[in-house]
């Protein structure tokens, strides 16, 4: 835990990954203050973990400047992976070999 000078100007910690309760205590390390839009019950919610914040990580604020995170993703934001079709789609069936190269001195039986 981060103990801060008192001074007026104060940098904002990372909060992105760490659980809510974690974030609560490290806000009030670097003096700064929270809020959470998306849990109405945020002085309640302990294990769930911090997806986004605002403002960034080091960046300079007045103290007991509010800090706002997130634990979800918004709309259209995902967080899931990528799921649309991959080109170029696997060939079908079985293991192909590697065509010999052009004057290989140790060509394939197959002859390929």
Do not use: C, N
């Not at 007026?8 to 490290?26: S, T, Y």
């Not at 079908?92 to 197959?110: Q, T």
């Amino acid at each position: 835990m981060r103990i801060t000078r008192k001074t007026p100007e104060v940098h904002v910690p990372k909060l992105v990954g760490l659980m809510a309760v974690d974030a609560r205590r490290e806000a009030e390390a670097y003096g700064v203050l929270l809020s959470a839009p998306d849990r109405p019950d945020f002085h309640l919610t302990v294990v769930d973990y911090v997806v986004r914040q605002y403002p960034p990580p080091g960046a300079e604020v007045p103290r007991d400047a509010v800090v706002t995170v997130w634990f979800d993703f918004g709309d259209g934001e995902g967080g899931g992976g990528v799921r649309e079709p991959r080109v170029p789609r696997p060939g079908g069936g079985g293991l192909e070999r590697e065509p010999d190269a052009p004057g290989d001195p140790y060509p394939s039986l197959a002859g390929g």
